[in-house]
């Protein structure tokens, strides 16, 4: 069975700062790969996402995130955060094929801090 | 409306009530989900409609009874619930053999049972 870690479960940086957040999976082939962002009382956010290529993804609100097929991770980076970045960060996989194909699993994910 | 919709975005019930909470996508997919939240907790899968036929149903209590009339609605229908079911309940949609299946989600309802 595929599963997804996060191993931050809470993360403060500095306005400005840079920032990377872990994720690990498992799993016996490449799956699909997603961040979402939550903000407080909302909804799941798509921020990107990596299927195939370049193994370096950029998204939405200029976060990027790195496919390492070799250490099974999809970090998600920025290179500047802003304060309006506080919230909650999903990592998540889902099978590229077969009966599973589409079904999402999610890291338990990390709550990002933002200091002025 | 644009992306998915859901009403009400907070519900505050008792055991014995029966209630319903509703979404709605305006993406055009062919694919609904209904996820529940908790705190502390993974989101957790409950429910995967494709072309408004049940795929999925992970083990959820009977107290909880999905309804997809139609591709764009997908209703979860609450009886008799317990404390424990207060959570946040989101629901996503996708494009069957697109995107990946890449998931887009609503703003989530809010329960509370008391």
């Known amino acids: 069975a595929q599963s997804v870690t996060q191993p931050d479960i809470h993360i403060t940086v500095s306005e400005g700062a840079s920032l990377e957040l872990r994720c690990n999976y498992s799993?016996?082939?490449?799956?699909?790969l997603f961040w979402y962002v939550q903000s407080p009382g909302q909804g799941l956010q798509l921020l990107l996402k990596y299927f195939s290529g370049d193994t370096l993804v950029q998204g939405i609100k200029g976060f990027e995130a790195e496919f390492k097929r070799s250490q099974s991770s999809f970090n998600l980076r920025k290179p500047s955060v802003h304060w309006s970045d506080a919230a909650e960060y999903f990592c998540?996989?889902?099978?590229?094929?077969?009966?599973?194909?589409?079904?999402?699993?999610f890291g338990q994910g990390t709550i990002l801090t933002v200091h002025p | 409306e644009t992306g998915v919709t859901q009403t009400p975005r907070h519900l505050v019930m008792g055991m014995t009530n029966k209630k319903s909470l509703k979404c709605e996508q305006h993406?055009?997919?062919?694919?609904m989900y209904w996820y529940k939240q908790s705190a502390k907790k993974p989101l957790e899968l409950m429910f995967v409609y494709n072309f408004k036929e049940q795929t999925e149903n992970n083990s959820v209590p009977s107290r909880f009874s999905p309804e997809c009339p139609n591709s764009s609605h997908l209703f979860l229908h609450l009886h008799t619930l317990q404390p424990e079911d207060s959570a946040l309940y989101l629901c996503?949609?996708?494009?069957?053999?697109?995107?990946?299946?890449?998931?887009?989600f609503g703003p989530g309802t809010r329960l509370l049972v008391l």
């Open positions: 993406l055009g997919h062919n694919a």
């Open positions: 799993y016996g082939a490449t799956p699909y």
């Open positions: 998540a996989v889902s099978p590229a094929g077969g009966t599973s194909y589409g079904k999402l699993t």
């Open positions: 996503a949609s996708s494009q069957d053999g697109a995107e990946g299946e890449t998931q887009y």
